[in-house]
């Protein structure tokens, strides 16, 4: 096509070149030759004019010595102007022929203007004059008929001239006449081929989209070439897509009209600008079975005014602002029915353009089930907390993998605060580096990971030095995955009562005995006492035997000792509190304990002390005596376990939350078998040869007369932890007791 369209134009450029030059040269050569005709009539008058003026001259001659002779002046001007115009041509180009002839004229006129001027200048006689007269006359007559002849020549040359070329002019005319009426004709013809060859394909283009506007999918173009082919292939291809796209269009439409007729959600369209805010355009069958119309009733209703309730109207051209900013709204509102029942709904709503309008889409479901429901669990979920709450037990679950607490009551989150989402072992129990010793999830649940029963145990809780009655079982959680389920109830009080009432019986009959025994010791020895002291004194008695006796007397004040810690046990006496510095109190106790070597036992073995005093341990009200006796009663067991060669530690802190001091003394003896450390603080309970056993139980009855517990532990590393805690009391506090 491009090919044609360029041959097309070339052939077009070339006729206009071609013709333009002609008519350009014809117009060029017809007006050189009238300029030729005119410069040769031009000569010709020059011809006439020297005919004339020698004719004048003639006259002159003619008129010579008559009453009309004219004046000599004019005369001479006459002669000049002859002589003057036989020398005009002179200058122009001529033929060679030609320019001889004009010489010769002039020559002649020269010669003429010789006779004349003699004939009126010289002054002589008559017949000369005369002749001279009839010389210049005949000269005249002579160039007369020259100049006559050759403007004879001339006319019909100039004749000839004049015919040839407006014969030519006529000819090229006759030309150009032709070119006029053939060169329009003939680019019309070549014109109507040319856009022949576009305006077909044109046609037929133009043709195939009317089909295609007219709905004919299916209309193909064919026959056309070149470059109109490439557009017919590529029209046929975009019919095949639209078609396509319109079956996909229709397809979908009907998709998404069923999807909107068989919604169980309500679904409207409304209109969202101008007066006509708030008008249903369009509703689906849901909404209006949910509303009690049918869908010609909704569609032109107001959504606001005739379906929103009252209170939700007012706030609609608020909820519409927002959504023409862009949002998209989801809300609880209620709408009502046809016959005025109020409902409640969950709208979800955004503005969408359609065919440049801004409408709101509404969808709306109907939620007074949901809310029934929702209120029915709402209640069974306060019932539930209400009675989790009003228990005073720590109820709490956990996740067995995470150990993440999940849900806590009142109880459980006043003790350990908010802690839902967190590590309970963390929380829950203090200074633990993983979970709970008694935890044992995995006790909870089968090798397959259901429910296995239930753990129960009595737990002492170092988070607050309480004892809790502990009920573990694994339960399926609300999410499917089953859970620890604790409940914990706080039995400190019975444990102390129990153990109390266990020590005080056990004190009971330890005093009981002990007391009579005691009684009945006491008044055996005092009689032995005395009749060994009276022994002792007889001087007969040889040194040996006295030194049996007083040994006798010594033992005798031993078993005295060994009653009155007896005594002491089984009746202890009362508490004189006072401003107690725990610290000082471990110093002075370790002053009592522990003797250190005397410069001559230079290798004797010696237990050295590392101390670890909380530097702000508060002071505490307690009995200065009866404490040191506690503290020195176990560094002395310390000492004893180490043999004097080891490592002493005293250390003391302070715990704000629970409102404790702790004590620890530890040593790095032999420690203590399993078999006897659950009995060490029986009274009588002794390892040692001399040793009564009521250093430890002494001890653990002063501790718990002051509030407070004593634990032993062995130590990872070997030795004997003891921790004494001592809660602490204030000096106002006690004044109040
Ligand atoms: N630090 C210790 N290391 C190893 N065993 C200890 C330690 N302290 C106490 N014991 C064990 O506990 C027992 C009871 O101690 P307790 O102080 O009550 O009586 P005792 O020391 O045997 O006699 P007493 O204190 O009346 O002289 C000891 O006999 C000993 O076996
Ligand atoms: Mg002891």
Redesign the pocket.
């Known amino acids: 096509m491009k090919k044609k369209i360029i041959i097309g134009l070339s052939i077009f450029c070339l006729i206009f070149i071609v013709g333009g030059s002609y008519i350009i040269i014809s117009i060029e050569t017809a007006t050189t030759k009238l300029d030729d005709l005119i410069t040769l009539h031009q000569v010709s008058i020059l011809r006439e004019h020297l005919l004339l003026q020698i004719k004048k001259v003639q006259s002159d001659i003619h008129l010579k010595n008559t009453r009309y002779a004219r004046n000599i002046n004019t005369i001479v001007s006459n002669v000049r102007a002859m002589e003057k115009m036989s020398g005009t041509c002179l200058d122009c180009h001529h033929s060679r022929d030609m320019q001889y002839k004009l010489n010769d004229l002039k020559k002649e006129v020269r010669e003429y203007q010789g006779n004349i001027s003699r004939l009126f200048t010289m002054r002589t006689n008559s017949k000369r004059l005369l002749e001279d007269e009839d010389r210049a006359f005949q000269k005249g007559e002579k160039l007369i008929e020259t100049v006559h002849a050759m403007i004879n020549m001339a006319s019909m040359k100039l004749e000839h001239k004049t015919r040839t070329s407006l014969r030519e002019i006529d000819e090229t005319k006759e030309v150009l006449y032709y070119l006029v009426i053939i060169v329009p004709f003939l680019a019309g013809v070549l014109g109507y081929i040319f856009i022949g060859g576009f305006t077909g394909p044109v046609k037929k283009l133009l043709n195939a989209t009317r089909k295609l506007k007219s709905g004919d999918m299916d209309f193909r173009i064919e026959g056309l070439e070149s470059e109109f082919g490439e557009v017919a292939e590529s029209f046929n291809e975009m019919s095949c897509a639209l078609k396509e796209n319109m079956h996909m269009i229709r397809e979908n439409e009907r998709r998404y009209r069923t999807l909107f007729e068989s919604a169980g959600d309500a679904i409207f369209m409304v209109d969202s600008e101008g007066d006509n805010m708030g008008v249903i355009v369009s509703a689906n069958k849901a909404a209006a079975d949910m509303h009690g119309y049918t869908v010609e009733e909704l569609e032109g209703l107001s959504l606001f005014n005739d379906i929103d309730s009252s209170e939700d109207a007012v706030l609609a051209p608020e909820r519409v602002s927002e959504m023409l900013n862009g949002e998209w709204i989801h809300t609880e509102i209620n709408h009502r029915k046809k016959d005025g029942t109020v409902f409640p709904v969950e709208a979800s709503a955004g503005i969408f353009e359609f065919m440049g309008s801004k409408y709101i889409l509404a969808i709306d479901r109907d939620i007074t089930d949901r809310k029934k429901a929702e209120g029915a669990l709402l209640r069974s979920h306060v019932m539930f907390t209400t009675v989790l709450d009003s228990i005073d037990a720590i109820i709490y679950v956990s996740d067995m993998e995470t150990y993440e607490v999940l849900y806590l009551n009142r109880y459980a989150r006043k003790l350990f605060g908010d802690i839902e989402g967190k590590v309970c072992w963390r929380n829950i129990q203090s200074g633990l580096d993983g979970p709970c010793d008694f935890c044992g999830n995995d006790k909870l649940i089968t090798p397959e990971g259901d429910p296995s029963g239930v753990i129960h145990k009595e737990v002492f809780s170092t988070f607050n030095g309480k004892w809790y009655d502990v009920y573990n079982r694994a339960i399926e959680w609300v999410d499917g995955r089953i859970v620890r389920f604790e409940i914990a109830s706080d039995i400190t009080e019975r444990v102390k009562m129990d153990k109390a009432l266990k020590r005080a019986e056990q004190m009971k009959l330890v005093g009981e005995w002990a007391a009579g025994l005691a009684h009945e010791i006491k008044n055996a020895l005092a009689g032995i006492k005395i009749s060994i002291e009276v022994m002792a004194e007889e001087p007969a008695l040889d040194e040996e035997d006295r030194d049996s006796v007083v040994k006798a007397v010594d033992e005798i004040k031993r078993i005295e000792l060994l009653l009155k810690r007896m005594l002491n046990f089984a009746k202890p006496p009362e508490l004189q509190l006072f401003v107690t510095n725990v610290n000082e109190l471990l110093d002075n106790a370790l002053n009592y304990s522990i003797r250190p070597a005397s410069a001559s036992e230079i290798n004797a073995p010696e237990v050295s002390v590392v101390k670890d005093y909380d530097i702000h341990l508060p002071v505490t009200m307690a009995d200065r005596l009866q404490l040191r006796q506690v503290f020195m009663?176990i560094i002395m067991?310390?000492n004893?376990?180490m043999q004097n060669n080891g490592t002493l530690m005293l250390k003391t802190s302070y715990d704000a939350v629970t409102n404790n001091i702790f004590v620890e003394i530890s040593?790095d003896?032999?420690?203590?078998e399993k078999e006897?450390i659950d009995k060490?603080f029986n009274p009588f309970?002794?390892?040692?040869s001399k040793?009564?056993?009521?250093?430890?139980?002494i001890s653990k009855r002063i501790v718990e007369l002051h509030g407070g517990d004593i634990y032993v532990e062995n130590k990872s590393g070997g030795g004997?932890l003891f921790t004494i805690r001592i809660p602490m009391r204030g000096a106002a506090e006690e004044q109040k007791k």
Do not use: R
């Open positions: 009663n067991n310390a004893e376990a040593d003896g032999e420690g203590l006897i060490i309970f002794t390892t040692k040793g009564s056993g009521l250093g430890l139980a004997v």
